[in-house]
């Protein structure tokens, strides 16, 4: 027993410790034939959360699972790809101490089940700051910010990402403020005066470690003091992700009923390692009624109405092709439900990801709009939300659909599918890049205040094509040639 001194398990963790042990006990059968044992114990890490799911335990093992490594009770194997496993020098002792810390409480981890207890002061938090924010604005700014907004638009915010970042990143951090703009979810019209859809976007940015995906979701929206980063993006409106399962969050969801917050995830791919999760996840992506059974409990149903920006880290091969280098079964499941952008390590993106880190740690980046920018973006929130604190001075508008815009993504496309008999994109695509029009169309509220629509003019137009023809030509790969 002296082995677990000092290791000190929480509550939360006895139950990892006790289907640890039952697996250890299995591999231990599994390798003695006629009472003789054939080979080292050893057990895979996807077993052991099969497992915790089977018994509806929903704690990540990977704490307790470093810890035994560190005591020398378990030995990581060399892996191929993400398939992690552990040898178990001493399967016998490593049980009965697992054992032993187990019987330390026989009660149900119900409390696994309940929702998170800190979860709406969260909620209270994060909707004081932002009302501070916007009665910081209506109280000082307000004018000031006003004028900002009639000559901003997407391209003089490209242009500020691009001083930035240069001309191979700014595009990803462009994508998150504008997923930033779409959070009030603003109606869209169609010609005919019908509601055919909504701003409001998944996004996903899917690559290697190290593309820079983590900056433009995080960093650039939530700010980073100690890079000195400001913030950009919505006070009070971004809830942050990393380190909690998708168990968790689903418990977490059911508190976020009736509102719409953007769920930061840094380590997304985790959260489908979890056998059973891809199904509630997909509902969760699809804002649709979310239910969870378990012997222990139910969580919901809830209908979740925010939404997600997302990491998804996935090793490639170092090929361009989109297809060949993707390997991971979930993949689909972001394509279909999210806007999602593919990275590969190239090596322009490697020079570009160095530059722009060697600028931020010289201090060389000039973060001179971030300020006003995000006024900008937090009174617009609350225009487009009717806030009471500006409900009175100006009125929600929708984004008004056009077809010159639908016609002129239809050329890119004619000319993509004339290279390939089996195009590799899907007509999902086109309408991920109207709904990047319609969200950029929001940057331009104050340019006419009191019209009846906001529109979608030609910058805004320019800009979806690039995003439609450059992700056609992602999906494209080596087998597509340029739609220009």
């Known amino acids: 027993m002296a082995a677990f001194a000092g290791l000190e398990l929480a509550p939360s963790e006895i139950p990892v410790a006790r289907a640890l042990a039952a697996l250890v006990a299995e591999s231990d059968r599994r390798r003695t034939v006629r009472g ?24 990540d093992p990977s704490r307790l699972l470093a810890r035994l490594k560190r005591r020398g009770l378990l030995l990581e194997l060399p892996t191929a790809g993400s398939e992690k496993g552990f040898q178990v020098p ?7 101490l697992l054992l032993h810390e187990a019987v330390r409480s026989d009660a149900a981890d119900v409390a696994g089940m309940l929702a998170l207890p800190d979860e709406t002061a969260q909620i209270r938090a994060m909707d004081s700051e932002f009302l501070d924010q916007l009665n910081e604005i209506v109280g000082r700014r307000l004018e000031e910010t006003v004028e900002f907004g ?20 700014y595009f990803d951090s462009l994508l998150s403020l504008l997923q930033q703009y779409a959070l009030v979810d603003a109606p869209l019209v169609a010609p005919t005066g019908r509601t055919t859809g909504s701003t409001g976007f998944h996004l996903a940015l899917f690559g290697p470690p190290g593309t820079g995906k ?11 003091p100690r890079s000195g980063v400001p913030p950009h993006g919505l006070p009070g409106r971004n809830r942050y992700c990393g380190g909690i399962t998708p168990v968790q969050f689903l418990r977490v969801g059911q508190s976020y009923t009736g509102r719409t917050f953007n769920f930061i995830v840094p380590e997304f791919a985790d959260w489908f390692k979890y056998r059973g999760m891809v199904e509630p996840l997909k509902l969760v992506m699809e804002q649709r009624e979310v239910k969870w059974e378990t012997t222990l409990g139910t969580v919901g149903p809830y209908t979740f109405r ?49 530059s722009s880190a060697e600028r931020l740690e010289l201090g060389e980046l000039d973060f001179a709009l971030a300020g006003r920018i995000r006024d900008h973006l937090t009174l617009v929130h609350a225009v487009q939300t009717r806030h009471p604190l500006v409900a009175r001075r100006f009125r929600p508008r929708p984004v008004r659909l056009e077809r010159p815009l639908y016609d002129r993504l239809r ?21 991920r890049a109207v709904r990047l029009a319609a969200a950029a169309s929001l940057l331009t509220y104050f340019a006419d205040p009191d019209g009846p629509a906001l529109t979608i003019g030609k910058a805004e137009s320019e800009f979806a094509r690039r995003f439609y023809e450059e992700e056609i030509r992602a999906r494209e790969g080596s087998h597509g040639r340029s739609a220009e």
């Open 36 to 59: 003789l044992p054939t080979h080292a114990a050893r057990f895979r890490v996807a077993d052991l959360r099969d497992r915790l799911l089977r018994d509806r335990v929903f704690e």
């Open 90 to 96: 001493y399967p016998e002792d490593l049980r009965q």
């Open 150 to 169: 009639r000559s901003f638009g997407i391209t003089k915010l490209a242009d500020y990402l691009k001083g930035l970042f240069g001309e191979e990143l």
């Open 214 to 224: 983590t900056f433009s979701i995080d960093d650039l929206v939530r700010g980073n």
């Open 306 to 354: 925010s939404f997600f920006s997302v990491n998804y880290n996935v090793r490639t091969a170092g090929a361009q092709d989109y297809w060949t280098t993707i390997g991971d079964p979930n993949f689909a499941a972001l394509e279909d439900r999210m806007l999602l952008r593919f990275h590969p390590m190239t090596r322009g993106r490697f020079r570009a990801v160095e």
């Open 411 to 431: 050329e890119i496309s004619d000319r993509a599918l004339r290279t390939t008999e089996f195009p590799k994109f899907s007509p999902r695509l086109k309408s």
